[in-house]
């Protein structure tokens, strides 16, 4: 290959222009434009024809090198290297988890963290059955976390949960009867429908415009229904990506009180978005039971949630609830969870994530163009499709391509006419990977599907 032929385009707010050049370089090894063998250009030549410092072009080469994308045969120059390993493997854009963040040394942060809990915990204690709830630190750790959403909070007002998804299965025990109706918007959580179906109760769409569920559809449901609860994810809705506005939240929170039903406020993304407004749990303390997950905004693997429950009664029938399926959090992770809250370790990790999660909206916005449905934060892009294509068909398509994406059915509370789908822009580890599924995806919709 001549030296001219590969040259890389970079984005004036695409981020760290050496990482740009490593991540386009990756790009063109997994599309074939560059292959095994290849000759890259001499550094000077490629830092003038790209108008950047040789030093730029030296710290891509190296970062290329580290993953092992280039290898140097001296005086010959440098070449693409044959893969040590699979770059066509799937690319996963159908898990919603945080992006690794640049300049933040994960690893490092996980040790030092789990260090500081051996040196200051009682270790036999960190392997022990604890009461549901939490211990009092673990609370206020949760108080301190959720401080930018309520201020003060009384931390003996949280309940520190094994995850979300284990939160709202324990409301729905605690706060419904078999037969039950939740009411819900269209296009919801799928860990909604997976626990009310398992428990047997019904769920019901209410109708929602761009600002989220209509207030007046929502009373008149709860005059026919007389539902037992409604669950909501105002902030970055999953899968939507719509954040409601506070004028609408105080309106349903005003029709909860009114109809005397209770709401889940699920609320994982709201640390991720830009000036969010306050939660609907403001508006209305004694009807909204809120849940913030940290595995949105720093990791999974933590599986650690706070519940806020304002009222003691209720919080000894949730306690009583979560027990009767998942006794405890893992007390290691919740100290770990703790001790990253306490030492501003988790805060440093979540502004990273925030910054990741914006650079890669601003990539799918170039490569999706119209198509892109995003507020340019969160974790997700929820993309409407041409006419063409039907969204279980196109998942099935972007499957033959190597690509994972979840169709609009996935989020159905009941029957849809939706024609959608959601994309996930953190679970792709590698920036250069994420850019490869995302021009493929791009390119997939740009054609009718086969008949």
Known sequence: ??????????????????????????????????????????????????????????????????????????????????????????????????????????????????????????????????????????????????APMFGDLDARQLMVCPGAQAAIAALILALTKPGDVILAEPMSYPGLRAAATQFGRRLVAVATDQ????????????????????????????????????????????????????????????????????????????????????????????????????????????LAALRSFALMAAPLTSALATQWILDGSAGGLMEGIRKEARLRHRMARDILAGRYVGAGDGLHVWLELPAYWNSSQLAHAADNEGIAVTPAEAFATGTTSVNAIRISLGSIKDRGHLQAGLQRLSHLLARRPQQ
């Open 1 to 146: 290959m001549q030296d001219e032929i590969w040259l890389p385009r970079l984005a004036v707010h695409g981020g760290p222009r050496f990482l740009q050049i490593a991540d386009a370089l990756q790009t063109a090894v997994i599309d074939g434009a560059l292959k095994p063998g290849d000759r890259l250009p001499p550094q000077r030549q490629l830092a003038a024809q790209l108008d950047v410092d040789l030093t730029t072009i030296t710290r891509a080469y190296d970062e290329a090198r580290r993953r092992n994308l280039l290898e140097g045969r001296g005086a010959r120059g440098t070449y693409v290297a044959a893969p040590k390993v699979e770059l066509n493997a799937i690319l996963d854009l159908s898990m919603n988890t945080p992006p690794p963040p640049d300049g933040v040394d994960f690893d490092d942060m996980l040790k030092q963290g789990l260090s500081q809990v051996l040196m200051r915990a009682d270790n036999e204690m960190l392997m022990a059955y604890h009461l549901a709830g939490g211990s009092d630190s673990d609370r206020k750790a949760g108080a301190q976390w959720l």
């Open 211 to 318: 600002h989220g569920m209509l207030p007046g559809m929502l009373e008149a449901a709860c005059r026919q229904h007389q539902p037992a609860l409604v669950y909501l994810n105002p902030t970055l809705q999953n899968p939507t990506a719509t954040t409601m506005p506070a004028r609408r939240r105080k309106e349903l929170a005003s029709i909860a009180k009114r109809c005397n039903v209770r709401i889940i406020e699920d609320d994982p993304y709201w640390l991720l978005a830009d000036a969010p407004p306050p939660p609907i749990a403001t508006f209305a303390p004694e009807q909204v039971y809120y849940i913030a997950t940290l595995s949105k905004c720093l990791t999974p693997g933590l599986r650690v949630a706070f519940v806020l429950i304002r009222d003691p009664q209720q919080r000894e029938r949730f």
